[in-house]
């Protein structure tokens, strides 16, 4: 159909002029052109909407321009605040197909399937002496994938219905291994499962600083960055899924709240270089992210949400110990109980600015197992979570 080229196309250029200092190459130029994305995606909502839509034959032509826009679609999930699946913005997909450096004949595991447009895609580039496993936690959405990438013809991909974060042993080691859910951790099984200078291209999401896409080289015994950038991605579901790390309301986050509310000893104008909250966490997504490394007492927290009403996110600093609670919401910072977490939050801050206000995709990053012995030097942070412990460090 000239309509479906003429946006294929048009998509195309769009991502090359987005992308015109690493130019999208010609293996994943022809891997895309070789595999529309209209074909894996028979039904969709977007951002903000209610209503389903469903692509059927007869009415393609209906949804070809919304298929090939540059932006995600929703796949599964009714509630925008908590969607379990999305067939992600096609400039990203394309751009973290190259990132993988793949070859003919190499071997591919990816964590969360979707529609199974990225594995397809990967599925072109390896060619037939090459394998892509791709696993899905959501049962209906790994029957769909499959039947997607069959329609086309593509045998070299095997769509796996399971939790993802385990891995795939039986066709291990894998040359690329690449996430498309965030991560808080990374689980224990990937150390075994990459070999030796593989590719690891994985979402780490940090508590209340947003998601950060990161280029990984296994060396040895732990994963070495080489590239990173600030992204948006569902979570991880299953035995990896952290659900303290969402945001929660005041009285959830804090079993004292209801006694501290009582006791608010200063409110004053705190603006963080804007005004208003639809801009605020995209302004503070660097200071955030660098406390959600550096300081245990961060905390992200989210308003109330009541019927047709949309949740507010905002941030600050619970010291427990002490008693004191200092939060930046809307255009304010407000202190509870006493001044130690204000003072520990400007300490923070004044120290961000110092060093260059750093996000985390700012800083270089090196995962090591959580046994692992990882000596700290100044400007490195070492965060340790359940698998594996991260040593964030400011580039020199």
Not at 130 to 149: D, F, K, R, W
Not at 205 to 212: A, F, I, Q, W
Not at 285 to 291: A, E, K, M, T, W
Not at 338 to 356: D, F, S, T
Request: charged residues 25%; proline residues 3%; aromatic residues 10%.
């Amino acid at each position: 159909m000239e309509k479906i080229e003429k946006y294929q196309n048009q998509l195309l250029e769009q991502t090359q002029s987005l992308y015109r200092d690493t130019p999208i190459s010609e293996a994943t130029q022809q891997a895309y052109l070789a595999t529309p994305r209209h074909h894996f995606v028979g039904r969709y909502r977007e951002w903000g909407t209610k209503e389903w839509q469903v692509v059927e034959p007869e009415s393609l032509a209906e949804h070809i321009a919304t298929l090939y826009a540059d932006r995600s679609l929703i796949l599964f999930g009714n509630d925008d605040q908590n969607i379990l699946s999305t067939i992600s913005q096609p400039s990203l997909v394309l751009r973290m197909v190259d990132l993988l450096e793949l070859k003919a004949g190499d071997r591919v595991l990816e964590l969360g399937a979707g529609s199974g447009w990225s594995a397809a895609l990967m599925g072109r580039i390896v060619g037939q002496q090459g394998h892509v496993v791709s696993l899905e936690i959501i049962p209906e959405l790994a029957q769909n994938a499959a039947q997607n990438i069959a329609s086309l013809g593509i045998a070299n991909v095997q769509i796996l219905t399971g939790d993802g974060a385990q891995g795939c042993d039986t066709s291990a080691p894998y040359d690329r291994v690449v996430f498309t859910a965030g991560t808080f951790d990374l689980p224990h099984y990937f150390y075994e499962q990459l070999r030796d200078q593989g590719l690891l291209l994985v979402v780490i999401k940090t508590e209340g600083g947003g998601d950060h896409l990161f280029l990984l080289r296994k060396t040895e015994d732990h994963f070495e960055s080489l590239w990173s950038a600030r992204c948006g991605f569902v979570q991880l579901r299953g035995s990896y899924q952290f659900d303290d790390l969402d945001p929660n309301t005041l009285d959830k986050a804090i079993p004292e709240w209801s006694q501290l509310q009582n006791r608010e000893i200063s409110k004053r104008r705190f603006w963080w270089g804007t005004k208003g909250e639809p801009t605020r966490m995209w302004s503070t997504v660097g200071i955030r992210s660098f406390l959600g490394i550096t300081e245990l007492t961060f905390r992200a927290f989210k308003t109330a949400k009541l019927e047709d009403s949309t949740e507010h996110h905002y941030f600050g600093l619970w010291d427990a110990a002490s008693g004191s609670l200092a939060i930046a919401r809307d255009d304010w910072l407000i202190t509870y109980g006493n001044r130690k977490a204000e003072e520990r939050l400007l300490q923070r801050l004044h120290h961000w600015v110092e060093i260059g206000m750093p996000s985390a995709a700012s800083l270089d990053l090196k995962v090591y197992p959580i046994g692992a012995y990882v000596r700290t030097s100044d400007n490195q942070w070492l965060v340790k979570r359940r698998d594996s412990q991260f040593l964030w460090s400011l580039q020199p």
